[in-house]
């Protein structure tokens, strides 16, 4: 199925889209030297934990098919543990873009070329590859276990206005902060955080609809049951500590930045002319988070003095003012 680009169907999601896309990149730095001791390792392990539990899902029959993105190095790893598990896998024909899970992803960009490659049972890959060459969206997202409001999502934002980036439209309808429509504010569940997908951390495999989106929690929750089960359970702990951190994704002229408390990251979105940011206002920062006075850092110690000494908070503080 061919999907034109139209103009007037990409004013549904972005008021300014310009026509340009950059070529792949992944950039990130951490904030300080004590926030990449002590999370990049645990970042690592994270990531690997994250894919393990995805294709265990498929053990466990929680969905029928999982799909991803790996160089030759990686497929002679995880096709031993596949076979081991008795899961069947296949490498697809490749597409551009590519599709239905998460491409953009750092460990792809060292200059490795990568596949794409399908596991599950013999009947469920030849339904998957059968979908796949059809460009059957719909049912690539069923059997991949994905919400139905969520495959919808895909097929309008990502398929139809073919959007590079989900971050903007899932934060639709959500509260503008200081009155500015291009910049929203957003609560919600962990498991829709997206913002550090390409580092590999994320609870779900799938763009969620909304950050509120009830079918990507209770897919997040069988993801998180696995890891228990399989004994990754400090490493789900760290996922969930991850997401709840407050973060601001920005858009502007084809380069999103997101910026977490403990790392920043750059990689490429859909082009505007005019800077767009979400605010995930996450629910703990690190202890090793990075002060600064604005979102999403930390005031350092000596602000908060500040603000004691400006309105002092007891009857005593106010008299020994006078
Ligand atoms: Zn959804």
Redesign the pocket.
């Known amino acids: 199925m061919k999907t034109e680009i139209c103009r007037e169907e990409s004013l549904d999601i972005y008021f300014d889209r310009l026509d340009f896309l950059l070529k792949d990149f992944v950039r990130f730095a951490w904030t300080s030297g004590p926030a990449e001791r002590v999370w990049g390792p645990r970042f690592s392990r994270v990531g690997a934990a994250v894919i393990r539990c995805e294709w265990m899902a498929v053990k466990f029959k929680l969905r029928r098919c999982a799909l991803f993105h790996f160089c030759d190095q990686e497929i002679e790893r995880y096709s031993r543990e596949w076979a081991a598990q008795r899961l069947s896998w296949k490498l697809l024909r490749d597409r551009t873009p590519r599709i239905g899970t998460w491409w953009l992803n750092v460990r792809l960009r060292r200059g490795r070329p990568s596949r794409t490659i399908v596991l599950g049972n013999d009947l469920d890959i030849a339904d998957f590859e059968q979908a796949w060459d059809d460009q059957d969206h719909e049912s690539i997202g069923r059997l991949l276990g994905y919400?139905?409001?969520?495959r919808s999502?895909f097929e309008d934002v990502a398929v139809r206005q073919r959007c590079v980036d989900t971050v903007w439209a899932m934060s639709k309808g959500r509260e503008n902060v200081s009155s500015d429509e291009f910049s929203r504010s957003v609560n919600g569940q962990a498991a829709s955080n997206i913002l550090l997908q390409s580092l590999g951390i994320r609870a779900v495999p799938h763009a969620?609809?909304?950050f509120g989106?009830?079918?990507?929690a209770l897919l997040a929750h069988d993801l998180m049951r696995v890891a228990h089960e399989i004994g990754l359970r400090d490493e789900y702990e760290w996922l969930s500590s991850i997401l709840s951190w407050p973060a601001e994704w920005s858009g502007l002229h084809g380069i999103a930045e997101i910026a977490t408390p403990i790392i920043k990251i750059c990689i490429p979105t859909d082009a505007t002319g005019r800077k767009y940011t979400v605010r995930w206002n996450g629910t703990a920062t690190p202890e090793e988070g990075a002060n600064g006075l604005v979102f999403p850092f930390k005031l350092p110690s000596s602000s908060h003095n500040t603000n004691a000494l400006v309105w002092p908070t007891s009857a005593a503080d106010a008299a020994a003012k006078r």
């Open positions: 919400p139905q409001c969520c999502f969620p609809c909304s989106c009830r079918g990507t």
